[in-house]
């Protein structure tokens, strides 16, 4: 599926052609396999996801996902350009290679111009050369004194400079000038940025660390696993629904995205809005669960797929890390003419011969004269079930070695282990109702929907075991109440993230844990799923809220219960062009369940501080003093800067809420149009504000229109402990006029609600507006 096929077709053309291509059911073909697995995965090379994963449905897709295009030209053809950048002391080495395509059986002719603006003052000319056809490319190097050069930073590090590099190649047969007319002319303009990229695996105090440096600094890295943007592969290149996302990806702090192997190499627009926006990429070599009969006509198209897509996207500086994931789901098929008893051995040898296969191109791929500018990693990855349960094939490693990743379905940060890096953990969560409503028929309910489309019962428990543990709220009353389902999966979907990402974060110190690339981030259907954004580019509360866990100026409180201490930790991070020194103070608030205005204050004061995160460690008994305990009173910490200005805002709630009393606190909102521009896409900006007279537990806000296609909130998802809030709202039309919204457009939920009538059976009355 991932290879790009040439045909020569010059001998069958006539003055009318038309092109007839027969395809054939990969489902019907992988069941009269001998050697296949259980969803005949292993028979094809297809994105994995169309097999059907926990998350998207089974949809096999069949058919041409890509362009085609009928090309003419004399000799050669220039499709890629490969950069690898190193440097010196003073100078910036680009090393530069253009294969050429031919499909001729004599060497040729060929010249070259490469220019680059903003870099050279002079063009780059390679004059007429004899070019082999057994090896068809030039070579060539080019310096570049560091102070033309602004550097590449990811997201909240600094700027994404670009400089455009534009090569035309001229290319034919015979000793003289090709004619005027002769199709013999190639070129190409490609972007390209200035960084080092090193990923850090050394033997320390911990075990061995799992670290990125850019431009020789130290990286925490934030992020989430991306999936294809549609289950069907000819759609995943959407311009629109890419944009979004890694747009939202952006603005939620992100510094990376791992493209995730049971998808897709993704589209050249991809990759470069991750360059414009300074999101670093892992890429995932895409064979999930490769259990492949490594005949040798596979092998060579595995060799040629890693080549053709590497190459075409290698010089993105977003480009971090190519990875493949050598753990099978099931070791079923190994080598040919190897079918040993011993499982052991088979998965061994198969390892061994999969990553000989990787590794060989992925060496071809860098250039010895210069330290390649793109990481590779054939890393063990591994899962930590609920049960911590180790399989008969594979042994769990040492958490402090390499990287991880696991799923863990609660709210306490001190059952999470300390890996050293982390690249894949969640909890589903169900899409806003809207979204239901559209994927829906008329004689369809939304909980009969929900039940079929989530591919095991076990997501929904796991959220209801942990509603009546948390909340001790009746599973009864969630049953047949998909509204009081869907937020409730969304808050425990959110709370689970960000008190494993607090930890996490908490843990860079001493660069135990540097990294968190949570799963994941977008959608192909409305379903049960682990994504923060759903099919529609609506956000749960899990996307608003790691806008301010991922924030790069953050104040974490987390509960050390076997020290008896509160720990206050304030992250900094920031642009390492100008370093600046902060003093930062944390102000800690004490309220009741039954008071808007705090009962007491306390301030931490935290100076000189650079890049990185310092810890405080507040003691319990001197917070929790009469008449304040765990269960009428939680904490609120806030972080401002040395002018009392407010930077990030936070909360404790030191217990779980079974047995907490949550007062009614009278919520009402106000609805007002800020703006409205018509128009192709037109802008419209209201504004909600929330009135309050008690504090209202994570109040959530969704806008329902049928005329709204997408909507975002400056906040969801929040406690209000102020009578009044103002939350900033933009729609995104399907038309190109103004949307008139009222009240009841805006549907509104908050627990205290459920906890005011915690014994009922029956979905709660709704807020009125």
């Not at 290319?171 to 940025?193: D, V």
């Not at 919520?667 to 192709?680: Q, T």
Request: proline letters at 4%; charged letters at 20%; hydrophobic letters at 40%.
């Amino acid at each position: 599926m991932f290879l790009r096929y040439s045909f020569a077709v010059l001998p069958y053309l006539q003055a009318e052609n038309t092109l007839e291509v027969e395809l054939k059911s990969a489902l019907l073909c992988g069941k009269q396999a001998q050697m296949k697995d259980e969803c005949y995965r292993n028979i094809f090379h297809k994105m994995k996801m169309s097999y059907g994963v926990r998350d998207g449905p089974r949809v096999l897709s069949t058919g041409i996902w890509k362009p085609v295009q009928l090309e003419y030209y004399e000799v050669a053809i220039m499709r890629d350009i490969f950069v690898a950048i190193g440097q010196t002391d003073s100078l910036w080495l680009l090393d530069i290679r253009v294969p050429l395509e031919t499909g001729i059986r004599q060497d040729f002719y060929g010249e070259l111009l490469f220019l680059a603006a903003e870099l050279l003052t002079e063009p780059v000319r390679i004059k007429p050369v004899l070019i082999s056809h057994k090896e068809p490319q030039f070579k060539f190097q080019v310096n570049v004194t560091k102070d033309k050069v602004s550097l590449w930073w990811p997201n909240g590090f600094g700027e994404q400079k670009l400089y455009p590099l534009y090569i035309r190649v001229n290319c034919w047969l015979g000793k003289g000038q090709p004619q005027l007319r002769a199709k013999t002319l190639s070129q190409k303009m490609i972007k390209i940025g200035f960084r080092t990229i090193e990923l850090i695996e050394d033997f320390d105090g911990y075990g061995k660390s799992f670290y990125f440096k850019v431009n020789k600094q130290t990286i925490f890295i934030k992020g989430a696993n991306y999936v294809p943007a549609h289950i069907l592969p000819e759609h995943a290149a959407d311009v629109n629904k890419v944009k979004h996302i890694l747009r939202s990806a952006k603005n939620s702090h992100f510094n990376m995205i791992r493209v995730w192997d049971g998808g897709l190499y993704e589209s050249d627009y991809f990759y470069n809005l991750a360059d414009t926006y300074g999101l670093l990429v892992w890429q995932d070599i895409p064979f999930l669960g490769a259990n492949y009969s490594l005949t040798n006509n596979f092998k060579e198209k595995i060799r040629l797929e890693i080549r053709q897509n590497v190459m075409r996207f290698a010089h993105h500086p977003s480009l971090a890390l190519l990875g493949i994931k050598n753990g099978m789901d099931n070791v079923q098929l190994i080598l040919p003419n190897e079918l040993t008893k011993d499982i052991n051995r088979r998965e061994i040898n198969y390892r061994q011969a999969f990553g000989n296969i990787t590794i060989f191109e992925f060496n071809a791929l860098t250039v010895k004269d210069i330290k390649s500018s793109l990481l590779f990693t054939t890393s063990l990855f591994f899962e930590l079930a609920r049960e911590h349960v180790e399989t008969s094939y594979i042994k769990l490693p040492n958490l402090n070695f390499s990287n991880a990743y696991f799923w863990e379905e609660l709210w306490n940060s001190d059952i999470y282990p300390r890996p050293r890096f982390i690249s894949r953990y969640g909890l589903q969560s169900l899409p806003i109702l809207s979204s239901w409503k559209r994927s829906i028929s008329k004689n369809d309910k939304i909980l009969d929907l929900i039940i079929y489309r989530q591919r095991q019962f076990q997501g929904l428990e796991a959220i209801l075991i942990l509603i009546r543990y948390y909340f001790g709220l009746p599973i009864s009353a969630f049953m047949n109440c998909a509204k009081s389902l869907i937020y409730f999966s969304q808050l425990s979907q959110a709370m689970n993230i960000k008190t494993a990402t607090e930890m996490f974060r908490t843990q860079a110190l001493r660069k135990k844990t540097m990294g968190t690339l949570y799963w994941h981030l977008n959608d192909v259907w409305v379903t049960l799923s682990s994504s923060s954004i759903d099919f529609y580019g609506n956000y749960k509360l899990l996307y608003y809220w790691s806008k301010q866990f991922l924030a790069p100026n953050y104040v974490i409180a987390v509960m050390d219960n076997n020290n008896n201490k509160i720990n206050v930790t304030v992250t900094h991070e920031g642009s390492f062009v100008n370093q600046e020194i902060y003093n930062y103070k944390v102000i800690v608030n004490i309220y009741t369940w039954m008071n808007l205005y705090p009962r007491k204050t306390m301030k931490l004061f935290i100076g000189n501080m650079k890049n990185g995160l310092l810890t405080y460690h507040l003691s319990m008994s001197e917070v929790f003093t009469a008449p304040f305990n765990t269960t009428n009173s939680f904490l609120e910490f806030t972080l401002q800067n040395q002018n009392d200005s407010e930077i990030s805002r936070n909360y404790l709630f030191p217990g779980n809420f079974q047995k907490t009393i949550l007062p009614d606190p009278k919520l009402k909102i106000e609805l007002s149009l800020v703006h409205c521009v018509e128009g192709k896409i037109p802008f419209i900006s209201y504004s909600i504000t929330t009135m309050v007279e008690k504090p209202a537990l994570f109040v959530s806000l969704e806008i329902y229109h049928p005329d709204v296609e997408r909507y975002t909130l400056s906040e969801n998802g929040f406690v209000q402990v102020e009578p009044v809030k103002v939350i900033h709202v933009e729609l995104t039309a399907k038309s190109s006029k103004c949307i008139l919204l009222t009240s009841a457009n805006v549907r509104i939920m908050t627990v205290n609600q459920f906890i005011a009538n915690r014994t009922q059976a029956n979905c709660p009355k709704e807020i009125l507006l």
